[in-house]
């Protein structure tokens, strides 16, 4: 049983730069969501995918930030012009299409640290 | 926007006793879903324990129970029998829609 991937685990890259991170969701699995988590807080929604379409972004994901899944399978994060407070724990996760807030589950991470 | 809340921070607890953990929400919606996930050090966050706001009956995984009470916005996790393994942070979340929202944790340790 495959579980949801993300790519890389960890980065760390200098203020200024772009940086772009990978999720591989569970196969059978339409949504698909990110998420940021700073140290010792709960994750914070980001934006969410059914299938290919991306139906919501949050407040907190700027206009430096742009998520994409181009063929409904995999998603992409990009992060233009990386800030220090950028620096956290992104998160994805995956749902299958049943019913209102299906159990999502989560990949392992991509930590962000921004020098 | 829901909020959800974990007024403990951290908690201790001893092999094989139990624990329970309080989360508290806000919303104004009538069908929802809470959630507890464990984040163990290091490792992916992972489900504990569902419940579906419609059902009366509180959810029951293996050591893990629930104490669901809807008029009071109350849902709290109860860990009986504890183990080292239980060592972890432990969300509890809010589904109403398609996303989640979390509260900030509790540090759960278990000690030998």
């Known amino acids: 049983d495959t579980g949801v991937s993300q790519d890389p685990r960890h980065k760390i890259t200098k203020r200024g730069q772009n940086v772009t991170f990978r999720c591989d969701p569970i196969?059978?699995?339409?949504?698909l969501y990110w998420y940021r988590q700073t140290l010792g807080q709960g994750p914070e929604f980001l934006t969410y995918?059914?299938?290919?379409?991306?139906?919501?972004k949050s407040r907190l994901l700027s206009d430096r930030f742009s998520a994409e899944r181009p063929k409904g399978s995999f998603s992409t994060l990009e992060i233009q012009r990386t800030e220090q407070g950028d620096s956290a724990m992104y998160l994805c996760?995956?749902?299958?299409?049943?019913?209102?807030?299906?159990?999502?589950?989560f990949g392992p991470g991509t930590r962000l640290t921004v020098l | 926007a829901q909020t959800v809340t974990q007024s403990q921070p951290e908690m201790s607890v001893q092999e094989a006793e139990t624990v329970t953990l309080s989360c508290t929400y806000d919303t104004s919606e009538s069908n929802y879903y809470l959630f507890w996930y464990k984040q163990p050090p290091s490792r992916q966050m992972i489900l504990v324990i569902r419940?579906?706001?419609?059902?009366?009956q509180n959810a029951t995984e293996n050591r893990f129970s629930v104490n669901f009470q809807k008029a009071a916005k109350s849902f709290s996790l109860k860990i009986s029998d504890s183990q080292l393994g239980d060592t972890a942070m432990y969300f509890c979340?809010?589904?109403?829609?398609?996303?989640?929202?979390f509260g900030a944790g509790t540090t759960v340790t278990v000690r030998a």
């Open positions: 995918f059914q299938n290919e379409a991306q139906l919501e």
């Open positions: 996760a995956s749902s299958p299409p049943t019913g209102l807030a299906d159990t999502q589950y």
């Open positions: 196969s059978e699995h339409n949504r």
């Open positions: 979340a809010f589904g109403g829609d398609y996303k989640l929202s």
């Open positions: 419940q579906e706001a419609y059902k009366q």
